[in-house]
């Protein structure tokens, strides 16, 4: 262990002289503060059971595993390596690289109507601070919604890097950009300024959920891009952490699966 934490303080210590810039060192120290938070998740002398939280994250990507509640106690630090490690980047990156080449490939039809859904939540924007915390324990304690709402409220979350470079890409493109969240009506200041500071400062609609918006996430989405198409745009393309993101009326021409075992909506 004490040769495990010199060995991050010495890269901590390299990246940070390393940043070029002021946003360069203040996405580091985030990170810093992941690990400081959560200092042991999968660490030497902690045992990952590979094979079995493998084979549950695994199911629920593939919406074979519906309905769950909580990360299961004993993958907890599972999760936590997964999340804070290179593995969750680099799925990342691969779903975006499949979308650009995608979207790069796409007869577009010239005429402004052209529209990529992106969520918000685990997809452009990452909670992994707040889940990262050990009163959330990365989905293995019961959900706060008092403390998460809290949390979004700050307006602090960081960029998905990889996602952000599809965002970019279908925008150079061309395509028009739309935002659905299952967040609340309420945050749409802190959610605009959020985006805003983490890159995304142009978008055709963001889409928060109002007092009459009723009804499962699935059903509450579809009915958002379905008022998309009967406005005549044709969306070419949905990206969102959670099945229910991807389902249902009007998912879009392509869809994208951005990795999630932190928690499920319905």
């Given at each position: 262990?004490?040769?495990?934490?010199?060995?991050?303080?010495?890269?901590?210590?390299?990246?940070?002289?390393?940043?070029?810039?002021?946003?360069?060192?203040?996405?580091?120290?985030?990170?810093?503060?992941?690990?400081?938070?959560?200092?042991?998740?999968?660490?030497?002398?902690?045992?990952?059971?590979?094979?079995?939280?493998?084979?549950?994250?695994?199911?629920?990507?593939?919406?074979?595993?519906?309905?769950?509640?909580?990360?299961?106690?004993?993958?907890?630090?599972?999760?936590?390596?997964?999340?804070?490690?290179?593995?969750?980047?680099?799925?990342?990156?691969?779903?975006?690289?499949?979308?650009?080449?995608?979207?790069?490939?796409?007869?577009?039809?010239?005429?402004?109507?052209?529209?990529?859904?992106?969520?918000?939540?685990?997809?452009?924007?990452?909670?992994?601070?707040?889940?990262?915390?050990?009163?959330?324990?990365?989905?293995?304690?019961?959900?706060?919604?008092?403390?998460?709402?809290?949390?979004?409220?700050?307006?602090?979350?960081?960029?998905?890097?990889?996602?952000?470079?599809?965002?970019?890409?279908?925008?150079?493109?061309?395509?028009?950009?739309?935002?659905?969240?299952?967040?609340?009506?309420?945050?749409?200041?802190?959610?605009?300024?959020?985006?805003?500071?983490?890159?995304?400062?142009?978008?055709?609609?963001?889409?928060?959920?109002?007092?009459?918006?009723?009804?499962?996430?699935?059903?509450?989405?579809?009915?958002?891009?379905?008022?998309?198409?009967k406005a005549g745009y044709r969306i070419v393309g949905n990206m969102g952490?959670?099945?229910?993101?991807?389902?249902?009326?009007?998912?879009?021409?392509?869809?994208?699966?951005?990795?999630?075992?932190?928690?499920?909506?319905?």
């Open positions: 262990m004490r040769s495990f934490t010199i060995l991050f303080f010495f890269a901590t210590t390299v990246a940070v002289a390393l940043a070029s810039t002021s946003d360069d060192v203040e996405a580091i120290s985030q990170v810093v503060e992941i690990h400081r938070l959560r200092p042991q998740t999968g660490s030497a002398g902690h045992r990952v059971p590979q094979l079995d939280c493998l084979s549950w994250r695994l199911a629920l990507e593939t919406n074979n595993l519906r309905d769950w509640k909580l990360v299961p106690s004993a993958c907890e630090d599972y999760v936590g390596h997964y999340m804070l490690g290179k593995q969750y980047r680099r799925d990342c990156e691969y779903v975006a690289k499949v979308a650009i080449e995608y979207a790069k490939g796409l007869n577009l039809g010239g005429d402004g109507k052209d529209v990529w859904v992106f969520d918000i939540d685990e997809t452009t924007l990452s909670n992994l601070p707040y889940f990262a915390r050990c009163d959330v324990a990365f989905g293995a304690i019961p959900y706060n919604n008092t403390k998460f709402n809290e949390w979004m409220g700050e307006g602090k979350l960081p960029a998905i890097p990889s996602i952000l470079g599809v965002y970019k890409t279908v925008l150079s493109l061309g395509i028009k950009t739309v935002f659905i969240t299952g967040a609340r009506e309420n945050f749409r200041q802190s959610r605009i300024a959020n985006l805003k500071k983490a890159g995304y400062s142009n978008w055709l609609k963001l889409v928060l959920k109002g007092e009459n918006d009723h009804g499962s996430a699935v059903e509450y989405k579809s009915s958002k891009r379905t008022e998309l198409v952490d959670q099945w229910s993101d991807l389902i249902g009326q009007n998912p879009g021409a392509r869809t994208f699966k951005v990795p999630d075992p932190m928690y499920y909506i319905g």
